[in-house]
């Protein structure tokens, strides 16, 4: 199946500190979906991206499709200790609905 | 709200037992689907249904089999239970036919920890 690598696998930072996912891709995708689980919790949906080079943003977070639609990235500034979870990024290709999950990045932020 | 519900929070079964994750959504979704999640591994998918009958293989089928018989539950059942199969167990669903719109959301359960001693 299609390969999605997901970088780096854990991170620690901070509190205060900015933080960066990133989620390659081969292959070029359709879209792309990032999702956060907390600790002890489930995999909640974030946001996804279409659009070749979109750009959006939510709160402290900015999640990016890069141009040739083959990398994404999430970035989060001023982390909080909220912000603490794992962060999936999921892509899909051709003409699949089914997503493929990077391994994702786990973040851990200290007060 | 989407509404996944997973029979089961954590369950303890023995080598060789017969076991069923049972799933439920609320949505009236198409699209079910089994991951497992294991520390370093992801999601990895295991079966999907985009039907009430109708399943596919996904990445680990192996040991594993499922059902669709009502379209809002999806079952996940493992024959024979080894210790290998220890692990965190995700139920999802999402909206979409088959080919169609790529890219639905996915729901998913709350999960289930199985052990299998």
């Known amino acids: 199946g299609q390969q999605v690598m997901q970088i780096p696998q854990y991170q620690h930072v901070q509190e205060g500190e900015d933080f960066t996912t990133y989620c390659n891709s081969s292959t070029t995708l359709s879209n792309i979906q990032w999702y956060k689980q907390r600790p002890g919790g489930h995999p909640v949906f974030l946001i996804q991206?279409?659009?070749?080079?979109e750009v959006k943003k939510q709160k402290r977070l900015t999640f990016q499709f890069g141009e040739a639609k083959k990398n994404s990235s999430l970035h989060i500034t001023a982390t909080q200790t909220t912000d603490v979870g794992t962060y999936f990024c999921a892509a899909a290709s051709g003409g699949s609905y089914i997503p493929t999950f990077g391994r994702g990045t786990s973040l851990i932020v200290h007060p | 709200d989407v509404k996944v519900t997973q029979s089961s929070r954590y369950l303890v079964k023995r080598t060789g037992e017969k076991v069923f994750l049972e799933c439920v959504q609320d949505m009236d979704h198409e699209n079910m689907f089994w991951y497992r999640q294991d520390p370093g591994l992801g999601l990895r998918l295991i079966y999907f249904s985009y039907d009430v009958k109708m399943k596919e293989k996904g990445d680990i089928p192996e040991g594993y089999s499922v059902s669709r018989e009502k379209k809002e539950r999806f079952s996940l059942i493992l024959e024979s239970a080894s210790t290998n199969q220890t692990s965190m167990y995700l139920c999802?669903?999402?909206?979409?036919?088959?080919?169609?719109?790529?890219?639905?959301?996915?729901?998913f359960g709350e999960g289930s920890w199985l052990t299998v001693v």
């Open positions: 991206l279409v659009k070749s080079g």
């Open positions: 999802a669903s999402s909206r979409g036919a088959y080919g169609g719109d790529s890219g639905n959301t996915i729901y």
